[in-house]
């Protein structure tokens, strides 16, 4: 299975309630597609390095997932394209060494939030 990373950001005008559709579409999307999500992490409302639709803030959110179809990428970002809510995206495939750093980010963040 191929291991991907979507990240994907929000238009900083919707609700809380309108942000969790938006994240849950996603979800759907995905799990309609056959793949597996591995992790996802909401990196909540930050502030943008230049403006992109005359806005300057946005909800940045990851979802880290495996699948063996290849067009799934290109659905996907089709989705992302089509969603007036999604102001930039970015997919990438990681590589071995990648997916060693994302376990790694993903022990280091369970073992914050257990200490906090």
Do not use: C
Request: glycine residues 2%; hydrophobic residues 40%.
């Amino acid at each position: 299975m191929t291991h991907y990373e979507t990240v994907f950001i929000l238009t900083p005008v919707l609700s809380d309630t309108q942000v969790e559709e938006a994240v849950k579409k996603v979800e759907d999307f995905l799990k309609d597609s056959k793949a597996e999500i591995v992790e996802q992490e909401d990196w909540g409302l930050k502030k943008l390095a230049y403006p992109i639709q005359n806005k300057r803030n946005g909800f940045y959110h990851l979802v880290e997932f495996k699948s063996d179809d290849h067009n799934l990428v290109s659905a996907l970002e089709l989705m992302f394209k089509r969603d007036e809510r999604v102001i930039r995206y970015l997919t990438v495939k990681l590589d071995k060494h990648a997916i060693d750093w994302a376990e790694k980010r993903r022990l280091k963040l369970k073992t914050e939030k257990t200490n906090a």
